[in-house]
């Protein structure tokens, strides 16, 4: 090839878009496309591998050393090797290159030849779409998947904060994200106070931020972080109006297992969360050892409560209600029991509230009041007597407009009257769609059922709500009952509310009698009937059979056990 011809070829080069280049065993590069280098501040020409070495970027310099090491190495003269890195142009700024070599080898021995690629605009490509993808567009911060992400490398202990906005999305749905732009500014505010943890902020979801402490941190700071967040998130929530928002809750998770999976993480900290929202009045709660245990039975709960009813697992106890004057047993409460669970005994405090909120409330309703019926239909024909039971009714079986019809129908079906059935219903009743909830009692009430209401005084009560209300029983709440046997004005509100009781015919029960001096104490005050533990804890069916009053004997075996034909959901 003649001169000029071999001069036009090289020239042919530099309108490639790609930097070629060829390096001798000795490390020597002679580099083609003078146009592609010249962003470089080296000379092209006679320059070694250390010179272009320098260039790269210093977090880089140790893989492309490796990579070059490793080509050179390689006896498969097909093999190729690609790496990316960053190089240092002429004004200071650093773009992406991506280099493609081989080893060759002539009859003069081997060489190395490859290409340059700048990748610049590939790379800012995917770290846009990067940050899309792990990132919440509203707030800017990292979303749930680096979250997850961010876990799965960690490589010392950490402790997940779970922050969740109540009920953030319904307003969402209704006016829109960027109506609540002004919520997610002040609460990335607030989280400033957990800056001095070596801390991250995620925006999990819609309604969930998440805080990542990677610095040890005490139990106790940790509880007075999570008291001064919820703080500041409410003074600011009263300062602004807070249209938007309902609340607050914490769930701390410390995690302490390096291999510990990320979804595993979040979740417990989710969880310690929602405990905290539906049990905690501080509204948030750190999962140690105590707290991970009631988590776990919380959520067994939720999870199985609805096979729990559907498997009649749950059984149902009596409870004694005796005439306050001659002792003698008037009626039983019916008390649902889960005592056949994995867990042990749950109580009705803990599974009702979830039977409400899943909707569950109805079948779980509807399996008491069949138990219930059947018993007291039994005892009556037995005992030739005319003892009563009573069952508590929720406000959302209440308002069921077929519940009355449903309520009769059982009855009937295992053989009871319905005047010795007393449906107990809450309070709450009274903050209710009244008209609704007026209707329903009236028509229960024609049917022959008799009403009470229950834990009166333990929340919302109204004397005058409860008085136009058709009720022929009002059970006194033992919180109440308690406050009246150590100070003068309880004890002379319910000596008032008896009187106005007696005046209209309502019987007057006390709850949570568990002394004979509370026994003697509203004797005088003459009250109707009393329950409580002095009197009997919650009976068996068997006992119950057996029951006939305080202090009266019960050894008359008036039926054997297996006598008892009734409907058991145990």
Request: glycine residues 6%; negative net charge; hydrophobic residues 35%.
């Amino acid at each position: 090839m003649s001169d000029l011809i071999q001069r036009r070829f090289m020239s042919m080069f530099d309108t490639a878009v790609e930097g070629l280049w060829i390096m001798t065993p000795d490390r020597q590069v002679a580099f083609f496309n003078h146009t592609f280098y010249q962003q470089f501040p080296f000379n092209p020409e006679g320059a070694s591998l250390s010179d272009w070495t320098d260039l790269i970027h210093p977090d880089d310099r140790h893989l492309f050393k490796d990579n070059v090491d490793k080509q050179l190495n390689f006896s498969d003269g097909d093999k190729k090797v690609l790496s990316q890195y960053r190089v240092r142009k002429k004004d200071g700024s650093y773009c992406w290159i991506e280099a493609l070599g081989a080893m060759k080898r002539d009859d003069q021995g081997e060489y190395m030849v490859g290409n340059h690629r700048d990748i610049t605009s590939q790379k800012k490509l995917e770290s846009s779409i990067r940050r899309l993808a792990f990132s919440d567009k509203v707030s800017g911060l990292p979303n749930r998947d680096q979250l997850k992400i961010d876990l799965q490398t960690r490589k010392s202990d950490v402790t997940l904060l779970h922050i969740h906005l109540k009920r953030i999305q319904s307003y969402i749905n209704q006016f829109g994200e960027l109506v609540i732009q002004e919520v997610i500014d002040r609460t990335i505010q607030c989280l400033d106070i957990f800056q001095p943890f070596n801390s991250k902020f995620y925006r999990s979801s819609t309604e969930t931020f998440t805080v990542v402490l990677y610095s040890p941190i005490p139990e106790q700071q940790l509880a007075e972080l999570c008291q001064k967040f919820i703080h500041m998130f409410s003074k600011h929530a009263d300062q602004n109006g807070a249209l938007y928002i309902d609340g607050v809750c914490i769930g701390a998770y410390p995690c302490k297992d390096l291999l510990q999976d990320p979804d595993e993480v979040i979740n417990w900290a989710a969880q310690t969360s929602e405990y905290a929202y539906r049990n905690e009045e501080s509204q948030w709660t750190i999962c140690n050892d105590e707290i991970q245990k009631k988590v776990k039975r919380y959520f067994y709960i939720e999870r199985k409560l609805k096979s729990a009813i559907k498997n009649d697992e749950i059984s149902v106890r009596f409870q004694p209600i005796i005439n306050a004057k001659t002792r003698e047993l008037v009626s039983f409460e019916a008390l649902a029991r889960w005592d056949k669970s994995k867990i042990g005994e749950i109580y009705p405090d803990e599974f009702i509230p979830v039977a409400e909120r899943k909707g569950l409330i109805s079948d779980l309703g509807k399996k008491v009041l069949t138990q219930a019926s059947g018993f007291i239909a039994y005892y009556n024909k037995i005992r030739n007597s005319d003892i009563k039971v009573n069952v508590n009714v929720s406000v959302l079986q209440l308002l069921d407009g077929t519940f009355p019809d449903q309520a009769l129908e059982i009855v009937r079906g295992e053989g009871a009257t319905t005047n010795s059935v007393v449906l107990e219903l809450t309070e709450s009743v009274l903050l209710e769609d009244k008209c609704q909830a007026m209707n329903q009692l009236r028509q229960l009430q024609s049917f022959g059922f008799q009403l009470a209401m229950d834990d009166f005084g333990s929340g919302h009560s109204s004397v005058t709500g409860f008085f136009k209300l058709p009720f022929q029983q009002l059970k006194i709440d033992r919180e109440l009952v308690n406050d009246s046997m150590k100070e003068a004005e309880p004890y002379a509100y319910l000596e008032f509310l008896t009187m106005l009781c007696s005046i209209r015919g309502i019987g007057v029960t006390i709850e949570g009698i568990e002394t004979e001096e509370m026994m003697e104490r509203f004797i005088q005050m003459d009250v109707s009937s009393f329950q409580g533990y002095l009197i009997a804890k919650p009976l068996t069916l068997e006992s119950a059979m057996e029951y006939r009053g305080y202090g009266i004997s019960h050894n008359d075996n008036v039926c054997s056990i297996e006598q008892l034909v009734i409907p058991n959901i145990a």
